[in-house]
């Protein structure tokens, strides 16, 4: 099956730096990618489509200035949570769809947890 | 209005026994897709089943199944003989798909314990 990889899988940091956290397609290629925050024992909150080569699509509520989203090429996705607080710890996922698949699956990433101190 | 409803935070089931979790949706468009995950303890989220809006048949995948009820919205999943590892985090999801997009959205989940 296809394989989506996350870095890191974990980090922290201090209030008021920034963080980036990558999404590969290790074995396909997607033109759209999906960033997910999921809080402790919450559901998945979509944050926004990654499109190659465009600019992404924020869900309502999402700063788009705070959450960077860069879509540089077909395997690779790119969130960077700039001037982190502690309210942005929270475990983000990634998914990505392969090209031209007629296939339903969206294949997740590992997950990216991220604690804010 | 909620789009996904999963009603049950927790459940639990015996080993070997059978269990149902609930998942109702709200949409207007015609066309649709219903997904169950189970994501484990490490956090990764890993597809079990797909429903399409128009497929005929129930879907099923090995031990799970979906069992669609459209007129009710409903999409629970069955998962015959439960094994212990079959504890986790279940979340059904929709993909509307009238737009051409794959966003999935997501129900709040139920938490599934399965014991010896």
């Known amino acids: 099956g296809a394989v989506v990889s996350q870095h890191p899988s974990w980090v922290i940091c201090k209030s008021g730096t920034s963080v980036k956290i990558e999404c590969r397609s290790l074995?396909?290629?997607?033109?759209?990618m999906f960033w997910y925050r999921q809080f402790p024992k919450q559901s998945l909150m979509l944050m926004a489509t990654?499109?190659?080569?465009?600019?992404?699509?924020?869900e309502q509520g999402v700063e788009k200035d705070k959450f960077l989203i860069n879509h540089a090429s077909l395997t690779l996705s790119t969130l960077t949570v700039t001037s982190a607080h502690p309210e942005d710890s929270s475990f983000y996922i990634c998914s990505a769809r392969p090209m031209g698949l007629a296939d339903n699956e969206q294949f997740f990433g590992p997950g990216t947890r991220l604690t804010v101190l | 209005a909620q789009k996904i409803t999963q009603t049950q935070p927790g459940m639990f089931v015996q080993e070997k026994e059978a269990v149902t979790l609930d998942c109702t949706y709200d949409?207007?468009?015609?066309?649709?897709?219903l997904f169950w995950y189970k994501q484990p303890s490490s956090g990764e989220m890993i597809f079990l089943i797909y429903?399409?809006?128009?497929?005929?048949q129930n879907a099923t995948e090995g031990r799970y199944s979906l069992n669609f009820q459209k007129a009710r919205k409903s999409a629970n999943l069955v998962i015959s003989a439960s094994q212990l590892g079959d504890s986790a985090m279940y979340f059904c999801?929709?993909?509307?798909?009238?737009?051409?997009?794959?966003?999935?959205?997501f129900g709040t989940g139920t938490r599934l314990q399965v014991f010896p």
């Open positions: 429903q399409g809006s128009y497929d005929q």
């Open positions: 999801a929709m993909r509307e798909e009238s737009y051409n997009t794959d966003k999935l959205i």
């Open positions: 949409t207007s468009d015609p066309s649709y897709g």
């Open positions: 990654s499109n190659e080569g465009s600019k992404a699509t924020y």
């Open positions: 074995d396909f290629q997607a033109t759209t």
